[in-house]
């Protein structure tokens, strides 16, 4: 696999759920200028391609480059899509768009070629040609946020699967009883015992049952974050440095499934909850090598991801 610029610029665009981050990027994987757009979602996904369509005709003429210099567009969206086709099937927190052929709106408001593909695989995208990927040829990437999710590429090769859904670990089951109920609508699936929002319930958890917690004071009366919890671990909070231990634990246990199975070079962690560091590294490691098969983790490397938010758009500028 290497990237196939056509033109000296891409530009990559990075669909969220309230903003729209936009990029021209070069061949070499640099971002030349970057801006954000919102989403205005309640609006249709009419307004949204709108607000993409003018965001990218402004860049253009901010960086003095007329879209001739332009080789495409790539979209890392949120959901379900058809890259052969450019489709965007369903995005779950983007209400409204169904079925959008997204290629041929930009082929026809812009005059560019586009692909389309999902986020999380964009992300590994960008990792594996400029981030932490680099160098190799089989890797899983995953992303762990408010969901989880992964890119695979294997002997070079993005797997994308026969529907367009390969990487769904999120909704890899590890509790086959008694697991919570989780958004695809199964049951102990690894997103719900390992995530942003599981970290804060865990957090909230602990303080109902009345355990004095540092992250409490921290989040002042507010909402408790992912962050505030790795704040308090940081400041040697026992009972946040025992949510980050389950939550690498699990972790674990799902990598090791995946290196059981795919037995890839090396894995990458990208996603907000990765700012904990070691907290989440070390359990997720340790866990690891007790866990998987020594076959499969002789060589593996287990790192954090390099780009941190600008993996989307630098993986959605290789699309086209
Ligand atoms: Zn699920």
Same mark, same amino acid.
């Given at each position: 696999m290497s990237t196939n610029f056509s033109k000296n610029f891409n530009i990559g665009v990075d669909l969220g759920g309230t903003n729209i981050k936009i990029a021209v990027v070069d061949k070499c994987g640099n971002i030349i200028y970057s801006d954000s757009t919102p989403t205005e979602a309640h609006m249709g996904y009419g307004h949204t391609i709108n607000n993409i369509i003018n965001a990218i005709k402004n860049i253009l003429a901010k960086n003095n480059l007329d879209i001739s210099q332009i080789g495409g567009v790539g979209f890392?969206?949120?959901?379900?899509?058809?890259?052969?086709?450019?489709?965007?099937?369903?995005?779950?927190?983007?209400?409204?768009?169904?079925?959008?052929?997204?290629?041929?709106? =930009?082929? @026809? !408001?812009? %005059?560019? #070629?586009a692909g389309v593909d999902n986020d999380v695989r964009c992300a590994a995208l960008g990792e594996y040609y400029y981030g932490a990927g680099k160098g190799y040829n089989s890797m899983v990437c995953l992303t762990v946020g408010t969901g989880v999710g992964s890119g695979i590429i294997l002997g070079g090769k993005l797997l994308r699967g026969s529907n367009f859904s390969a990487g769904e670990i999120g909704h890899? =089951?590890? @509790? !086959?009883? %008694?697991? #919570?109920?989780?958004?695809?609508?199964?049951?102990?699936?690894?997103?719900?015992?390992?995530?942003?929002?599981?970290?804060?319930?865990?957090?909230?958890?602990?303080?109902?049952?009345?355990?004095s917690a540092k992250f409490r004071e921290l989040a002042d009366g507010g909402e408790i974050t992912p962050e505030i919890v790795a704040r308090a671990a940081s400041f040697g909070d026992e009972v946040a440095k025992t949510i980050y231990k389950i939550t690498g634990y699990w972790i674990g246990i799902a990598i090791t499934n995946v290196v059981n199975l795919l037995n890839p070079e090396i894995v990458i962690i990208g996603g907000g909850v990765t700012n904990a560091g070691d907290l989440l590294m070390d359990?997720?490691?340790?866990?690891?090598?007790?866990?998987?098969?020594?076959?499969?983790?002789?060589?593996?490397?287990?790192?954090?991801?390099?780009?941190?938010?600008?993996?989307?758009?630098?993986?959605?500028?290789?699309?086209?």
């Open positions: 890392g969206c949120p959901g379900m899509v058809d890259p052969e086709k450019g489709l965007v099937k369903f995005l779950p927190n983007i209400p409204g768009w169904i079925n959008i052929d997204l290629a041929d709106i =930009i082929k @026809q !408001e812009l %005059g560019l #070629k890899m =089951i590890l @509790q !086959e009883h %008694g697991g #919570k109920i989780c958004g695809c609508g199964g049951t102990g699936c690894f997103e719900t015992l390992a995530s942003g929002p599981s970290i804060v319930e865990m957090a909230e958890k602990y303080i109902m049952g009345g355990k359990p997720i490691k340790r866990t690891v090598n007790e866990r998987a098969l020594k076959t499969a983790t002789e060589k593996l490397i287990i790192t954090t991801a390099k780009l941190g938010n600008n993996a989307g758009v630098i993986g959605a500028s290789l699309l086209v």
